[in-house]
């Protein structure tokens, strides 16, 4: 089984967030988190729940597996 990387998931969030010109105060907000926590994730200093997770993934129209590994099985 693979090990989840979180300094890579944040960076991949960070990438998908830029590609859609989103501040991290936009994408925090309609993740209902606060730009501090989001930068922490993007940064792959705090570990997120899982709601968090999902909830990323939504605002971001991304999937998971994107998101964590950086390909989509």
Avoid: P
């Amino acid at each position: 089984m693979k090990e989840l990387d979180y300094r890579k998931i944040g960076m991949r969030i960070r990438h998908v967030r830029k590609a859609k010109s989103w501040s991290q105060d936009e994408l925090a907000k309609k993740c209902g988190i606060s730009m501090s926590f989001l930068g922490h994730i993007e940064r792959g200093t705090r570990i997120m729940s899982l709601e968090t997770f999902v909830n990323i993934c939504g605002a971001l129209d991304t999937n998971a597996d994107a998101l964590l590994w950086g390909e989509v099985f």
